[in-house]
């Protein structure tokens, strides 16, 4: 498997996360005068609980199913494609339901859920069409067949409608009630469009419909083994935004919100093209090591620089949102500095899944969640939303102390020396930014052009990488047609 197809299926996949994070933007920045923060902080609690308890009793299994998936596409057999298929997304569907009306009875007719009704109410609505449900297994399923453009398309439609819906219903004036519509009209659209589209795929992979518990069984032990940590870090996710709005209040539970959706929607290319390596490195006998190296290697070129970018600029997005976001600031300068360490950290942690080595998943980690709680509870006290934000970034040092002994033990080498020198060349145009205190238009391309240069030269990024890369994104035609363009770039990128 040649990794310009996971390089395509990361971009699109990138491309899906980057539509929802700017639709997500604008929705906020359009909804957000027309609302007190009290709603605002009151949306943040209702997504926060709905994604902390369906990602909870989900145990696992979108991410584990995407393993068995990527195999069995791998030895295209669709008979059991379908069971791996059918039999979690069914499992997951009826626990999403159950789940959704226990919790309604227990917060409208026992009154154990410490929310006001309408949150109540929206909750379980949202869980009941599963929004971080079961289709997650759809998401899968795309996933480990290389097919993300369909995930990329669900998002944009649904970004688009939940603008038109939530927005009209806000400017109406119905406030929480029209901004917690427009994010359930957007999920069932979401669900809509994702089973839609998995139809023509299973119809074209001649899938056919097949069920089993064995599949059920298998699901949920591939995915128990990344339960605890995925948990573990929705909870240091969520809980910072929980733990801001019970402890400091709605404002810097808005401000950090939005920090954490700048800094994961711009870092998401890098990221997601090591979670496409994982189907792919299921499905490979051999090679593995390698493969992996090679993506972990690019992963890092790709994210350093713009990491230090908004490192630099934290403010220049939240300026865009309004002044009222301009607090996001610190807090996207300390994440981005903790996600420095997450393509090593990830990169281990994804080779270690496909090879089987459930433990040390599940050790990596509790070992950087655990750490982010534990800060949580004193950090966010003192430090509001820049306390919520350093825990999260603290908690990738102990899950890479953790992955350097864990992969001198597998004889998996992680680069360190090359990390470093990748590392090195963004810092010093960082430096030089901080020194002479140039403006964005200035500093964004020291930082990005120097380095991509020095990567090639390097070969940091090979020629090989780069065309993978390219292909990924334009088709093999067209960019034998813009050659003749793209020469001179080579020859400044390479030298030669």
């Not at 310009?4 to 604008?26: A, K, N, Q």
């Not at 920045?29 to 989900?58: F, K, Q």
């Not at 997005?317 to 393509?343: E, N, T, V, W």
């Not at 433990?359 to 070992?367: D, F, M």
Request: aromatic share 10%.
């Amino acid at each position: 498997m040649s990794l310009d197809r996971v390089l395509r299926g990361g971009v699109w996949l990138s491309i899906g996360s980057i539509l929802t994070s700017f639709f997500g933007f604008v929705y906020w920045l359009l909804v957000s005068p027309l609302v007190s923060p009290e709603v605002v902080g009151r949306v943040a609690t209702v997504l926060a609980i709905e994604g902390l308890l369906l990602s909870t009793l989900s145990f696992g299994i979108p991410t584990g199913v995407m393993r068995l998936l990527g195999r069995e596409f791998g030895r295209r057999d669709s008979i059991e494609l379908g069971r791996y298929f059918y039999s979690p997304l069914i499992f997951l569907f009826v626990i999403d339901v159950a789940s959704a009306l226990i919790f309604l009875v227990l917060g409208l007719f026992v009154g154990v859920v410490p929310l006001d009704p309408d949150s109540v109410f929206f909750t379980s609505l949202l869980m009941l069409i599963g929004m971080n449900g079961w289709p997650f297994v759809v998401i899968s399923f795309f996933s480990s067949i290389l097919r993300t453009e369909y995930v990329a398309l669900a998002n944009l439609i649904t970004g688009l409608g939940r603008l038109v819906i939530g927005i009209s219903l806000v400017y109406l004036g119905l406030g929480f009630y029209g901004i917690m519509l427009g994010y359930v009209s957007a999920a069932l659209v979401s669900d809509a469009m994702l089973l839609l589209l998995a139809s023509r795929q299973l119809r074209r992979l001649r899938v056919e419909f097949s069920t089993s518990l064995r599949a059920v069984r298998e699901s949920l032990e591939a995915g128990l083994a990344t339960w605890i940590p995925s948990i573990l870090t929705l909870m240091g996710q969520w809980l910072g935004v929980l733990g801001l709005r019970g402890l400091v209040g709605s404002y810097e539970t808005g401000t950090y919100f939005i920090a954490f959706a700048i800094t994961t929607g711009i870092l998401a290319l890098p990221m997601n093209v090591l979670t496409l390596s994982f189907p792919v490195l299921s499905s490979m006998e051999d090679g593995r090591k390698r493969f992996m190296v090679r993506a972990a290697r690019l992963a890092s070129a790709m994210t350093f620089p713009l990491a230090f970018t908004l490192i630099a600029y934290p403010a220049l997005i939240p300026s865009l949102l309004g002044q009222s976001y301009i607090p996001a600031s610190a807090p996207i300068m300390i994440l981005s500095a903790g996600f420095l360490l997450a393509p090593i950290v990830n990169s281990y942690t994804i080779y270690a899944y496909a090879a089987g080595r459930y433990g040390e998943v599940t050790a990596i980690g509790v070992a950087g969640n655990a750490a982010r709680l534990a800060l949580y509870l004193t950090l966010i006290q003192t430090l509001a939303e820049e306390g919520a934000a350093a825990s999260f970034a603290l908690g990738f040092i102990p899950s890479l102390l953790l992955v350097i002994h864990l992969s001198k033990k597998a004889r998996y080498q992680l680069g360190l020396k090359d990390n470093l020198i990748t590392l090195l060349i963004p810092l010093c145009a960082y430096l030089v930014i901080l020194l002479l205190k140039l403006l964005p238009i200035l500093g964004i391309p020291l930082i990005l052009i120097p380095s991509y240069i020095l990567y090639a030269r390097l070969r940091i990024i090979t020629r090989e990488d780069l065309k993978e890369l390219s292909t990924a994104l334009i088709s093999e035609k067209a960019l034998a047609a813009l050659s003749p363009f793209l020469r001179p770039i080579l020859r400044i990128l390479y030298g030669d």
